[in-house]
């Protein structure tokens, strides 16, 4: 029996790899073909076109989205560390009811859909002078991504021992100087799976920015490559030259993080 269960188990993750990849796969064979080429999208060339790549980054303005996209995710990033790790920290060690109540709220925030906030947003980014903005837009995607954050550190706070806080304060430690001494250097792991999810989320949002980064300077990864779509025409080898360029970071950033990603989200979500 169980070897059976192992073998289903690896057999279902194997389907799930491979149902994940093949997009990716497309993508990679469809932006090394020439434009000319109309064999199947699946069949990958035997040669290497890089005439896409060279047009995704000159014609399609990809680093100016690069740096664009990347002060954002940073920026969120940075933010959603700090505010969330901060903001987790007394809900996860002060037993109250109110805690618990400002923990379903922020549970219940985490289910509101982007597109039924989108008008009244616009409005206050409007009276605010917010739109085309790199600041407006880093505050409304740490807003939006905060939830997530404040919720899994505040379950893997949880899960480190108040011993070490009553030893900290027996030795003269104030709240602020136990967080940043004591706690926030334990934290790695949660902040490693925060970073790549909610990174990974900021790097490829197109919602937010589409609505409040209007100007053609501004513009992120995402609109770059949506450019090259439209009502007349389609350059589907361009479009994916620059997913695949997109993508480069993002693997990057995994494999860098990958080592506490499992076990911060685990112990974050499970716990």
């Not at 109309?38 to 399609?60: C, M, N, Q, T, V």
């Not at 490559?225 to 994916?240: K, L, M, P, W």
Request: hydrophobic content about 50%; aromatic content about 12%; glycine content about 6%.
């Amino acid at each position: 029996m169980g070897l059976n269960r192992r073998f289903g188990l690896s057999f279902v993750g194997f389907g799930l790899a491979v149902l994940h990849l093949l997009p990716l796969y497309i993508v990679v064979s469809v932006a090394f073909k020439r434009t000319t080429d109309l064999s199947s999208r699946w069949k990958f060339p035997d040669y290497a076109f890089i005439g896409h790549f060279r047009e995704a980054i000159g014609d399609g303005h990809l680093l100016r989205a690069f740096g664009n996209t990347l002060i954002l995710t940073v920026s969120t990033a940075i933010l959603l560390v700090l505010i969330g790790s901060i903001s987790a920290y007394p809900l996860a060690r002060i037993h109250a009811r109110l805690n618990r109540v400002w923990m379903n709220v922020i549970l219940g925030v985490m289910m509101v859909p982007t597109l039924s906030v989108i008008v009244p947003l616009y409005v206050t980014m409007d009276r605010l002078d917010a739109i085309n903005t790199y600041w407006g837009i880093v505050l409304v995607l740490t807003t939006y991504n905060l939830p997530l954050s404040i919720f899994l550190y505040a379950n893997f706070i949880r899960t480190i021992p108040r011993e070490l806080d009553e030893a900290a304060k027996v030795d003269g430690c104030g709240h602020f100087r136990l967080f940043y001494r004591i706690l926030l250097p334990q934290l790695k792991p949660v902040t490693a799976a925060v970073l790549i999810l909610k990174g990974l989320k900021v790097w490829n949002d197109y919602e937010f920015p589409l609505y409040f980064l209007q100007k053609p300077q501004h513009q992120t990864i995402t609109l770059a490559i949506s450019r090259f779509f439209s009502d007349t025409s389609s350059d589907f080898g361009s479009a994916s030259a620059a997913a695949v360029l997109a993508v480069v970071p993002v693997i990057a950033a995994f494999l860098v993080l990958q080592k506490y990603f499992i076990s911060g989200l685990t112990d974050g979500a499970v716990k």
